[in-house]
């Protein structure tokens, strides 16, 4: 993921501001911002009367200041490669200008940051705030939640709930907003030790997502596949027909995946029309029972389907063992020799100068024999536990706590994403519209991202912030030169290509759960084997070195020996103490 084209991605993927709550406002603190890059967007003129309008709030001591005496709080925090420094950040700085609050960081690359991280903590000398911890890799939601349970409850971090009660309006909101999410950041023992990021965006929702090239099925005069019989159908008229028309019946590829993108392995999108499968832990949640997917007969119906397109060479030999690399080799060919392929962004795989690039489109979820048509959906992961924590060794808790709140408000946040207002960014001018041809309230100045290289204007994906699809990307201006499939572009693209799969998520997918201490321990080992086991016992059923029908026992066996119902019992004890019985 460190090419430019992937590092675009990467970067843009969670990227939204949201645009409800809004904090105060006075003249006293003005004197401390530059006109030019601090001047705020919801005092812009309005349209129709030419005034500026009030804020609604004001916080007593000068507007948006959490303090009248200035506090220094030293913070640790993940820097993101393409953050210079987050010391001299012009977000930071008009962060500590804003609010009258210093901060003096400690700052941990991504590749040393967990290290770093688990160092400070057993070290017994902390900094006041824990900062973008939850964006380090490797610090996944049940691995964070098990460091808020010991931390807090050893009493590093600091319990937020009477913060909350009476500083915590924009966290109140949110939680307000968003049903889920203080279940989802609240631990078994009843405190919140730390505040989450929120990161609404369209497209990572459905990010399991199945790729077709669409002048393949011109070539061929094909209707577009909606069951698994019709796309077995396309797939072999792909693999026989000469679909790029280049002469050649023999190069065409029809379908292929790797092992490290975005969602990138096909089975899971086809798993989905006979069994919901989340391509990850393989849970599903029906009628609040949680339970998996690994052992049922739904999914052995599946892999003999995905084996059939395998055994016949419609389904690329190398998808389980290449990497995204390798796969854009394969897509970069003109003309193009793949015709299908699965990833949630296609820049994680292809080229924007590919043939393929310019003819690709989602394909709708499929349905099955059985008339399962399911998408993968991941509404949940918009929550990112472990954003802000606050430690015992923090002597002005309050202020630290008001610090995190502000925040959330729309100005911080879209300042932490998109950079200086007026300068990366402004607010759109009437007539100006999307690329959905909606009336647009962002526009930007200079490009988000040129080179893939270090910038220091905004935090990346990093920080505390809620944000919506819409300031994400749905509501920026576009102008007449806008291209779709360009660079530019891919966000949009992301939007159009979604839209196909609306509506075909399940009633119920599995929220963040959180267990206790002892529940994660035992839990987290289980959950490492089984998920080791069934992947390769899944390509070995797909590829035919396991045959589906004389060696499912041992398989199914082989879970329970792992520990299946016992993981399944662990996950639904929490999963009521959260969200049932609370």
């Given at each position: 993921?460190?090419?430019?084209t992937?590092?675009?991605?990467?970067?843009?993927?969670?990227?939204?501001?949201?645009?409800t709550?809004?904090?105060?406002g006075?003249?006293?603190?003005?004197?401390?911002?530059?006109s030019?890059?601090?001047?705020?967007?919801?005092?812009?003129?309005?349209?129709e009367?030419?005034e500026s309008s009030?804020?609604?709030?004001q916080?007593?001591?000068?507007?948006?200041?959490?303090?009248?005496?200035?506090?220094?709080?030293?913070?640790?925090?993940?820097?993101?490669?393409?953050?210079?420094?987050?010391?001299?950040?012009?977000?930071i700085?008009?962060?500590?200008?804003?609010?009258?609050v210093?901060?003096?960081?400690?700052?941990?690359?991504?590749a040393?940051?967990?290290?770093?991280?688990?160092?400070?903590l057993?070290?017994g000398?902390?900094?006041?705030?824990?900062?973008?911890a939850?964006?380090?890799t490797?610090m996944?939601?049940?691995?964070?939640n098990?460091?808020?349970?010991?931390?807090g409850?050893?009493?590093?971090?600091?319990?937020?709930?009477?913060?909350?009660?009476?500083?915590?309006?924009?966290?109140?909101?949110?939680f307000q907003?968003?049903?889920?999410?203080?279940?989802?950041?609240?631990?078994?023992?009843?405190?919140?030790?730390?505040?989450?990021?929120?990161?609404?965006?369209?497209?990572?929702?459905?990010?399991?997502?199945?790729?077709?090239?669409?002048?393949?099925?011109?070539?061929?005069?094909?209707?577009?596949?909606?069951?698994?019989?019709?796309?077995?159908?396309?797939?072999?008229?792909?693999?026989?027909?000469?679909?790029?028309?280049?002469?050649?019946?023999?190069?065409?590829?029809?379908?292929?995946?790797?092992?490290?993108?975005?969602?990138?392995?096909?089975?899971?999108?086809?798993?989905?029309?006979?069994?919901?499968?989340?391509?990850d832990k393989?849970?599903?949640?029906?009628?609040?029972?949680?339970?998996?997917?690994?052992?049922?007969?739904?999914?052995?119906?599946g892999?003999?389907?995905?084996?059939?397109?395998?055994?016949?060479?419609?389904?690329?030999?190398?998808?389980?063992?290449?990497?995204s690399?390798?796969l854009k080799?394969?897509?970069?060919?003109?003309?193009?020799?793949?015709?299908?392929?699965?990833?949630?962004?296609?820049?994680?795989?292809?080229d924007?100068?590919?043939?393929l690039?310019?003819?690709?489109?989602?394909?709708?979820?499929?349905?099955?024999?059985?008339?399962?048509?399911?998408?993968?959906?991941?509404?949940?992961?918009?929550?990112?536990?472990?954003?802000y924590?606050?430690?015992?060794?923090?002597?002005n808790?309050?202020?630290?706590?008001?610090?995190?709140?502000f925040?959330?408000?729309?100005?911080?946040?879209?300042r932490?994403?998109?950079?200086?207002?007026?300068?990366?960014?402004?607010?759109?001018?009437?007539?100006?519209?999307?690329?959905?041809?909606?009336?647009?309230?962002?526009?930007?100045?200079?490009?988000?991202?040129?080179?893939?290289g270090?910038?220091?204007?905004?935090?990346?994906?990093?920080?505390l912030?809620?944000?919506?699809n819409?300031s994400?990307?749905?509501?920026?201006?576009?102008?007449d030169?806008?291209d779709?499939?360009?660079?530019?572009?891919?966000?949009?693209l992301?939007?159009?290509?979604?839209?196909?799969?609306?509506?075909?998520?399940?009633?119920?997918?599995?929220p963040?759960?959180?267990f206790?201490?002892?529940?994660?321990?035992?839990v987290s080992?289980?959950?490492?084997?089984?998920?080791?086991?069934?992947?390769e016992?899944?390509?070995?059923?797909?590829?035919?070195q396991?045959?589906?029908?004389?060696?499912?026992?041992a398989y199914?066996?082989?879970?329970?020996?792992?520990?299946?119902?016992?993981m399944?019992?662990?996950?639904?004890?929490a999963?009521?103490?959260?969200y049932?019985?609370?």
């Open positions: 993921m460190k090419k430019r992937i590092a675009l991605i990467s970067l843009l993927l969670c990227f939204a501001m949201l645009l709550a809004c904090t105060g006075n003249e006293n603190s003005s004197a401390n911002r530059e030019s890059s601090q001047a705020e967007p919801e005092s812009q003129p309005s349209s009367t030419g009030e804020p609604d709030n916080t007593a001591g000068g507007e948006n200041w959490v303090t009248d005496t200035p506090v220094t709080l030293k913070v640790w925090c993940m820097r993101e490669d393409n953050v210079e420094d987050i010391q001299t950040n012009e977000f700085k008009w962060l500590q200008a804003e609010t009258n210093n901060l003096e960081f400690e700052q941990a690359s991504s040393e940051a967990l290290q770093k991280l688990n160092l400070s057993a070290s000398s902390y900094p006041d705030v824990y900062l973008s939850n964006q380090i490797g996944n939601s049940t691995i964070m098990s460091t808020l349970m010991k931390f409850g050893a009493g590093v971090l600091i319990p937020l709930n009477d913060l909350i009660e009476q500083y915590g309006t924009n966290t109140k909101q949110l907003d968003v049903s889920y999410i203080e279940s989802g950041v609240t631990m078994p023992d009843g405190n919140i030790y730390a505040l989450p990021s929120y990161s609404e965006i369209y497209h990572c929702r459905y990010s399991q997502k199945l790729w077709i090239d669409q002048s393949w099925l011109d070539n061929l005069n094909l209707n577009t596949p909606t069951t698994t019989e019709e796309y077995y159908q396309v797939l072999k008229a792909f693999k026989e027909q000469d679909a790029n028309g280049n002469g050649d019946p023999n190069d065409e590829i029809p379908l292929a995946g790797c092992t490290d993108a975005w969602h990138s392995d096909p089975s899971s999108f086809l798993m989905n029309a006979f069994i919901y499968d989340d391509d393989r849970l599903f949640v029906k009628n609040n029972q949680v339970d998996s997917i690994l052992n049922k007969d739904a999914y052995r119906e892999l003999r389907y995905i084996h059939k397109l395998y055994d016949e060479g419609l389904l690329y030999s190398e998808s389980f063992a290449q990497d690399t390798q080799s394969l897509t970069s060919s003109s003309p193009n020799t793949v015709g299908g392929f699965a990833v949630g962004a296609p820049m994680a795989v292809l924007a100068s590919s043939d690039y310019k003819t690709c489109r989602t394909l709708a979820p499929l349905k099955g024999p059985d008339g399962v048509q399911n998408c993968g959906y991941y509404g949940y992961q918009d929550l990112r536990v472990g954003a924590m606050i430690t015992n060794a923090c002597e808790p309050e202020v630290a706590f008001k610090l995190g709140d925040m959330y408000t729309p100005d911080s946040s879209i932490l994403r998109q950079g200086i207002f007026n300068e990366d960014w402004r607010m759109a001018e009437a007539g100006e519209k999307t690329f959905d041809g909606k009336d647009a309230t962002y526009a930007r100045i200079t490009p988000l991202v040129t080179d893939g270090a910038q220091n204007h905004h935090f990346g994906n990093s920080g912030f809620r944000e919506t819409d994400f990307i749905g509501a920026w201006a576009v102008d030169t806008f779709i499939r360009s660079l530019n572009g891919i966000e949009q992301l939007i159009e290509q979604t839209l196909p799969y609306d509506g075909y998520e399940p009633d119920q997918t599995l963040p759960v959180i206790t201490e002892e529940e994660g321990s035992e080992s289980i959950e490492v084997e089984i998920q080791k086991y069934a992947k016992q899944r390509a070995l059923f797909i590829t035919g396991k045959d589906i029908e004389t060696e499912w026992e199914v066996q082989g879970l329970e020996n792992l520990g299946l119902s016992k399944i019992e662990f996950y639904n004890t999963y009521q103490r959260q049932v019985n609370s």
